[in-house]
């Protein structure tokens, strides 16, 4: 069944993930929040760089923070300089490249769901006398809920089955940076179907019952709603 | 106290630049054509539109905008009741209202909201979700919600526009009671010459981003110079007492001013006085006062001015009733003018053909 590595793995890989969601969606909410409101003219150059990640190769992607991350590059000097040590092949260093990565998939959900909301409850909430950190919690936040639901799965699932980022940046160490997806791509190159098997078949289940919980929670609020 | 405006907006090509000051009381409409301008007022009012420096704003001694300091919308008592009855659909009815209520910093609390809730009728959906309502129990909701935030100054924004013919119907008999018992002063823009003249007293006329005219409702639709009386369906309004609701023949019997009757038919569920919408159009004129005609409605007036004929060879004649000073437009044919040799100050019968009750 799973060995003590692919039991590691599983571990990482789901801490990996919650992770890099709780961190984006504290930070893609004041970035979607601004895309969907600004009337900046160059708005569009933020929003090409905060899709980037949706077309490039992850392996793209994972080549630049592996040189950025490393001993020479700029984060890697700044982390050193901090104390921290470098940051490439390291959990902290996974975490940051798959911020990167999953970022379109947390930013956009919670664009398109402030930018339905629209104007009009936010006007009528400040007349109504509420300040703008009020309307940001009380009218805004939850009407945007079901966006947020979306996010999270997104960016979770997403950062789930990440593979070519990780690979460059985590290096696949074992029971430091292996994930789930680089331990079936291990065994199937051991020509060991079985445990890929087991790890995939997981992944798989584990997925679906993600889903079917959300989508679950989803209609009951509905039920709710109405 | 008063409220005073002097403002300037430029939003792309269009230019509001408007400056009047009105009672802090009652009921003023905001009169014109679709974008003239009179929702961008509304919203600079409110804070929603940034205007152009020098602009003022000062409701009853507070300013909202003076010295190029701008109160941000939260913090003007204001309350705005947009065209779209927009509702906070994740909270029920009842929370709705309580947005504004919790947050007008005044411990009004349930007596107001009962108050306001019977008021406006919304007190048999209050635990139902704003999915659940029609469009007129939406704005009644929305226009209690407004109400609840205990506002300076009360915003409608063509409440009724976005309302079928149903709704309007349903709606329109809770705004009276509101513009006839309110303390708070409320500028209501519309189109339709029919809301203004059953809920306002006060008037500003807007063309092309500027205020036109201003004043008292019947001193500015009684003007023949005005630009609603130069329009194909000029018309004027009186204002009667109501003297024997019960008259013969399913009629009931008003008092002009002057003391003179008029028949109309019976009146139902209104006591003291009522508002008459009379279309410059069914009122024409004779020398004498006519006998043996079958129209009912003749009064004695006098002939302030006569304007220039129009292309159809009309013109209209600006006539003012004793007593009240109440002016009624006529519109009649050029010809009949000459015939009949009118001039300024000469007295005259006028004959009403048809009269819309009003409240």
Request: net charge neutral; charged share 20%; with cysteine.
């Amino acid at each position: 069944m799973f060995t003590d590595s692919d039991l590691t793995a599983f571990s990482i890989t789901l801490r990996l993930a919650l992770v890099t969601v709780g961190i984006l969606l504290v930070i893609g909410t004041p970035l979607a929040w601004w895309l969907a409101n600004t009337r900046w003219r160059y708005k569009a150059l933020v929003e090409a760089a905060v899709a980037l990640p949706l077309v490039l190769p992850p392996t793209v992607i994972g080549f630049y923070l592996l040189i950025s991350l490393g001993p020479r590059g700029s984060i890697g000097q700044a982390s050193e300089f901090l104390g921290i040590g470098p940051l490439a092949f390291t959990f902290s260093g996974l975490v940051i490249g798959s911020v990167i990565y999953s970022l379109p998939f947390v930013v956009q959900p919670l664009q398109s769901a402030f930018t339905s909301i629209g104007r009009a409850p936010r006007e009528v909430a400040a007349t109504l006398g509420a300040g703008r950190l009020d309307r940001f919690f009380s009218i805004v936040l939850p009407l945007a809920r079901p966006g947020y639901m979306t996010a999270a799965v997104l960016g979770f699932a997403h950062t789930l089955g990440e593979f070519g980022v990780v690979l460059m940046i985590g290096g696949n160490i074992p029971g430091r940076t292996q994930v789930l997806s680089i331990a079936i791509y291990d065994h199937v190159e051991a020509l060991d179907y079985s445990s890929a098997h087991w790890l995939a078949g997981s992944l798989l289940l584990l997925s679906f019952l993600m889903l079917l919980l959300v989508y679950g929670l989803n209609r009951r609020f509905d039920m709710v709603r109405v | 106290m008063s409220i005073e405006v002097s403002v300037k907006v430029r939003k792309d090509d269009f230019v509001l630049d408007a400056a009047f000051s009105v009672p802090a009381s009652g009921v003023t409409a905001v009169f014109g054509r679709s974008g003239c301008g009179k929702s961008t007022l509304l919203r600079t009012l409110a804070g929603l539109e940034s205007a152009q420096p020098g602009g003022r704003i000062v409701v009853n001694g507070v300013p909202w905008l003076q010295d190029g300091k701008s109160m941000p919308t939260h913090q003007r008592r204001v309350a705005y009741v947009f065209q779209e009855p927009t509702l906070f659909t994740h909270m029920n009815v009842r929370r709705n209202l309580e947005y504004g209520l919790k947050r007008n910093g005044r411990n009004e609390g349930r007596a107001r909201f009962d108050e306001i809730v019977s008021l406006l009728g919304v007190g048999g959906f209050l635990e139902r979700r704003p999915d659940t309502l029609s469009g007129g129990e939406r704005q009644r909701v929305a226009i209690a919600r407004a109400l609840l935030s205990a506002p300076q100054l009360l915003l409608m924004d063509e409440p009724l526009a976005a309302l079928d013919m149903h709704s309007k119907h349903d709606i329109l008999p809770f705004l009276d009671r509101l513009c006839a018992e309110s303390r708070i002063p409320v500028l209501y823009v519309s189109h339709s010459p029919e809301e203004v003249v059953r809920l306002a007293e006060h008037l500003i006329v807007m063309e092309q981003g500027s205020v036109l005219e201003e004043g008292p409702l019947q001193q500015v639709l009684g003007r023949i110079d005005s630009p609603l009386a130069r329009a194909d369906d000029a018309f004027s309004v009186l204002t009667c007492a109501i003297a024997e609701p019960d008259g013969p023949c399913g009629l009931s019997v008003l008092r002009t001013a002057a003391g003179e009757s008029m028949y109309v038919p019976r009146i139902h569920d209104i006591h003291g006085t009522i508002r008459l919408k009379v279309d410059a159009r069914d009122v024409s004129l004779c020398l004498e006062r006519p006998v043996g005609s079958s129209i009912l409605n003749v009064l004695a007036a006098e002939i302030v001015s006569l304007s220039e004929a129009d292309a159809k060879g009309q013109i209209l004649v600006q006539l003012q009733l004793p007593r009240s000073g109440e002016n009624l437009l006529a519109r009649i044919s050029e010809y009949s003018a000459q015939q009949l040799s009118l001039t300024p100050g000469g007295k005259i019968f006028a004959q009403i053909k048809a009269i819309a009750l009003l409240s």
